[in-house]
C-alpha cells in the first residue's frame, strides 16, 4: 500500500477496528459461537456483465475497490451485470455507487447457480449516487438487472458492492493477532541464552536441505554483543525496529558451506533482513546460492559471498542494503544487487548485474561481466514484521520509481504499518478453508514457521491483501489444486514463502490474476517478493506450469522456481514440470528471476512492455537424449522465450547453463528466442557449457557463437538486435 489511504483502504481500517476489539474480547472471556458481522464479498470475484461501454469500462472495474474505474454498458436498456461470490453466501447488503448514468428501475436478483435467478430487491425509482440496499438471500451469484436508464447513456458503476457471510449462514469470526507459534524466537538484548539458541537451531538446520523444521529469529530493537548467527536452511534472521540500524550486532550473520564440503552451491532458502552488522573481522560472510536474500541490511564493514576456502557458489540477491565496505564476490558465479549502496564490488566471474546501487562498478560486459542499471524502473520493498512499543505491525513500503540506493538511510521508510490486529496469523494444522474464510472476512495472512497441506486453492481476492511468510512456511497442493490464486485486484503483496508441488500434479502453482485479467494496476501493482516454487527434491512432486501471471503490471522481485535435480522424487517423468514462468500481463517488471530445470520452457513471454533485470536459469540436467527435447526442427527449448507476438520487451545481465549430464551429446540451438523487432531488445546476454555436459549453438536465436569444449567459458552477445 502506498501511504496514503484509498477509500478502499479506509473502508478496510474500519472492518479491522471490530475485527481487533473482538481479539481482545476473545482474550480475556470464553467466547460463545458469534455470528461472522457482514463482510464484502464480491471484491475481486469473477464478473461478467451483458456489455460494456469501451475497454477501459470492463465489468472488472466495478469490483476491483478502486473509486477511480468504473464499468459501462451500451446505451439500451435492459443490461445487466453479476458477481460470482466464488462460493454460496448469507447475502444482506448491496452496496451500488453510481456514476452521473445510473439506473432508474432496476432490480437485484440472486442465484444459487447462475442461471435461476430470484429477485431479492426491485425499485422504479432509484436514486443515483450511492444506494445502500438491504437485501435478505443464500446465494452465490447476485445479478444487478438494469431495467430503464436514468439518461440517455448506459448504466455506469464505480463499485457493485455485496456484503453478507461466507459460507451457508456464515460462522464465528476469526479473530486477528496472537502469538506468532513456538517456531519463532523473539530476543531482547537481556534475554539469556541466545547464542546457545542460535547454536542449536542451526545444527538442526545446518544440511536439513529437504527436511520439514521452519524457523525465524526476530530481534527487538537494541545492541547486541558477541553473536555469531549461523543460518541454515529454512531459517530467517531480522531485526524488529523500523530501520537496520534500530537492531545492531557486534557480530556476524553468517552462512558457509562446511556441511558440504566448501561447496556453496546448494546453499539454498533462508534469509537475513534489517540488521546492522559490527562484523567481528571486519566482513561479514554470506556464501549462499538460490533462495537466499539479504534484504534491508546494514553491514558497518565488508561483505565476503565466498565460502570459506573460495569453494563454487551460485548466485544470489541484495536489496535496500547499505555495506559501507567492499563486498567480495570471489567465486559468485552470478548475483543481482538492487537499490542498496556499496563500498566497492570486487570480481565478476560469469554475470553480475545492479540496478539503482550506490557504488556499483560501471557497465563493462562481457569483461569484466559487470551490467548496471543507474535506477531501478519501478521497486517496492518487501513487508516487513516490526514492534511499535510492545505491539507487533506489518510495514508495508511505498512504492518508488526509478529507484535508487535504500528506502531507510536518509530517514524513517515510506510506507504504512499495520497491526497485527488485521492478520491472521496461521499456524501449522490451519485448513484452506479456514485460511479462505480469514480472507474473506478482511484479514491479511502471517504464515508462521511451519508446513501446510492445503486441498483447495488459497483465493486472494481482496485489493491490497498481504500474505506473508515467516521462517520460510511452505505450502504444500494436495490432490492437484493450485496452491494460490490471486484475482486481478490492486496492491496485492506475496512475500517470504516456499510452495512445494504435490505428488499429485498441479496445472499450475501460483496464479497472479485470471485468464481475462485487464485491469490497469500501474498505481498499485500486485508484488511477489522471495517467493519460490519448488517441484520435486523433498518427494515426488509434478506441475505443469509452476507460475502464471496474468495481471498487468505485476513486479517478480527474485523468486526462485525450480524443478529439483537432486534430493528425493527427482526424476525426467518423476518431477514432470513443463514450465517454470509463464507472462501473459502487459507492463509486467521481473527483477532477479531464477528458474530452473524445466522439462521445456523455463519462461514463456506473452505480455507486452515486459522487462527482466536479471535472469539465471540452468537447463534440465536429466533429458535421457536429444529426441526428449526436441522442440519440432529446433533443438531443445529455450531458456527464456518471448513470443513472437510481442513488439516491445527489454532484458538485462541474463545467463542461461547447460549440463546435460545424463547424455553430454545433447545440443541446444540457443538459450534465448525472441521476435526480430525494435521493440524487443537484450543486454548482455551470456550462455554456458557447465564442462562439456552439452553445448549451445548460439546465444540469442542464430546470433552469438557456439560453446564448445569442456572449459566452461561463457559465449556471450552484448546487446541484441
Not at 565488508?302 to 567480495?328: E, F, H, M, R
Not at 562481457?366 to 524502473?377: D, I, S, V
Not at 515510506?414 to 484479514?443: H, M
Amino acid at each position: 500500500m502506498t501511504a496514503s489511504l484509498t477509500r478502499s483502504a479506509r473502508r478496510t481500517i474500519a472492518g479491522a477496528v471490530v475485527t481487533a476489539l473482538v481479539g481482545a474480547l476473545l482474550a480475556l472471556l470464553p467466547a460463545p459461537a458469534a455470528q461472522a458481522a457482514p463482510v464484502l464479498l464480491s471484491q475481486g470475484r469473477t464478473v461478467t456483465a451483458s456489455s460494456q461501454e469501451h475497454p477501459g469500462t470492463a465489468a472488472a472495474h466495478a469490483v476491483d475497490g478502486d473509486a477511480g474505474t468504473r464499468w459501462s454498458s451500451a446505451f439500451s436498456d435492459p443490461q445487466w451485470i453479476q458477481v460470482d461470490l466464488g462460493a454460496t453466501a448469507t447475502v444482506e447488503r448491496v452496496e451500488l455507487r453510481w456514476e452521473a448514468a445510473y439506473a432508474k428501475a432496476y432490480r437485484i436478483e440472486t442465484s444459487p447457480n447462475g442461471t435461476d435467478w430470484s429477485t431479492a430487491y426491485s425499485t422504479t425509482t432509484g436514486a443515483g449516487g450511492t444506494e445502500v440496499l438491504a437485501v435478505s438471500a443464500t446465494a452465490r451469484h447476485v445479478r444487478l438487472h438494469g431495467v430503464t436508464r436514468a439518461t440517455g447513456y448506459g448504466y455506469s458503476l464505480w463499485e457493485f458492492q455485496v456484503y453478507g457471510t461466507s459460507g451457508d449462514g456464515g460462522g464465528p469470526t476469526l479473530p486477528g493477532g496472537g502469538d506468532l507459534g513456538p517456531n519463532v524466537h523473539i530476543f531482547d538484548p537481556s534475554t539469556p541464552g541466545i547464542q546457545e539458541k542460535l547454536d542449536q537451531v542451526f545444527r538442526e538446520q545446518e544440511s536439513a536441505q529437504f527436511g520439514t523444521g521452519r524457523h525465524a529469529f526476530l530481534f527487538k530493537p537494541g545492541t547486541y554483543h558477541n553473536l555469531n548467527a549461523q543460518i541454515g536452511f529454512y531459517t530467517q534472521i531480522a531485526g524488529l525496529g523500523l530501520r537496520p540500524d534500530d537492531t545492531t550486532f557486534n557480530g556476524d550473520v553468517t552462512v558457509d558451506a562446511g556441511w558440504f564440503n566448501g561447496n556453496a552451491t546448494q546453499n539454498f532458502w533462508r534469509a537475513a533482513e534489517n540488521l546492522a552488522l559490527n562484523p567481528v573481522s571486519g566482513t561479514n560472510r554470506w556464501a549462499v546460492s538460490q533462495a537466499a536474500s539479504f534484504r534491508r541490511m546494514h553491514v558497518k564493514g565488508g561483505l565476503n559471498l565466498a565460502p570459506n576456502g573460495y569453494g563454487w557458489a551460485s548466485g544470489g540477491y541484495i536489496a535496500d542494503t547499505k555495506v559501507d565496505g567492499q563486498i567480495g564476490n570471489y567465486s559468485q558465479q552470478q548475483w543481482y544487487t538492487r537499490d542498496s549502496a556499496v563500498g566497492g564490488w570486487s570480481n565478476s566471474v560469469w554475470n553480475q548485474v545492479f540496478s539503482g546501487v550506490e557504488g556499483a562498478p560501471a557497465t563493462s560486459f562481457p569483461e569484466p561481466r559487470y551490467t548496471t542499471l543507474t535506477t531501478t524502473p519501478i521497486s517496492r520493498e518487501k513487508p516487513f514484521l516490526h514492534l511499535d512499543g510492545d505491539g507487533f505491525k506489518v510495514f508495508a513500503p511505498a512504492k518508488r520509481v526509478d529507484a535508487r540506493g535504500t528506502t531507510w538511510a536518509n530517514g524513517t521508510p515510506q510506507g504504512e504499518s499495520i497491526p497485527l490486529s488485521r492478520f491472521y496469523v496461521v499456524k501449522p494444522g490451519a485448513t484452506a478453508a479456514t485460511i479462505n474464510a480469514a480472507l474473506a472476512q478482511g484479514l491479511h495472512l502471517l504464515f508462521t514457521p511451519g508446513v501446510y497441506h492445503v486441498d483447495r486453492t488459497i483465493e486472494i481476492n481482496r485489493a491490497n491483501t498481504i500474505v506473508l511468510g515467516l521462517g520460510l512456511a511452505t505450502i504444500i497442493p494436495d490432490n492437484g489444486v493450485t496452491a494460490m490464486r490471486v484475482a486481478d485486484v490492486d496492491g496485492v503483496r506475496l512475500a517470504g514463502f516456499l510452495i512445494d508441488a504435490g505428488p499429485v500434479n498441479s496445472p499450475t502453482l501460483l496464479e497472479i490474476g485470471p485468464s481475462n485479467a485487464g485491469a490497469d494496476h500501474s498505481a498499485n501493482p500486485t508484488t511477489v517478493q522471495d517467493v519460490y516454487l519448488r517441484i520435486g527434491g523433498a518427494g515426488p512432486g509434478k506441475a505443469t506450469t509452476s507460475m502464471v501471471v496474468n495481471s498487468d503490471d505485476t513486479i517478480i522481485d527474485h523468486t526462485w522456481v525450480w524443478r529439483a535435480d537432486h534430493g528425493e522424487g527427482v526424476g525426467w517423468e518423476t518431477n514432470r514440470a513443463d514450465y517454470g514462468v509463464r507472462v501473459n500481463g502487459d507492463d509486467v517488471l521481473a527483477t532477479g528471476l531464477f528458474v530452473e530445470h524445466f522439462n521445456k520452457y523455463d519462461v514463456e513471454w506473452y505480455g507486452e512492455r515486459g522487462r527482466t533485470i536479471f535472469f539465471q536459469n540452468e537447463k534440465a540436467y536429466d533429458a535421457p537424449n536429444q529426441a526428449a527435447i526436441q522442440n519440432g526442427s529446433t533443438k531443445g527449448y529455450a531458456a527464456y522465450r518471448v513470443d513472437d507476438s510481442v513488439t516491445t520487451h527489454e532484458g538485462w545481465g541474463m545467463g542461461s547453463y547447460c549440463y546435460y549430464n545424463v547424455d553430454p551429446t545433447i545440443r541446444q540451438d540457443h538459450g534465448f528466442k525472441a521476435p526480430v523487432k525494435p521493440g524487443v531488445r537484450f543486454h548482455s546476454l551470456l550462455v554456458v557449457s557447465l564442462s562439456g555436459n552439452g553445448q549451445y549453438e548460439h546465444v540469442i536465436n542464430d546470433t552469438g557463437a557456439p560453446t564448445s569444449g569442456t572449459s566452461t567459458v561463457p559465449s556471450t552477445v552484448v546487446s541484441y538486435p
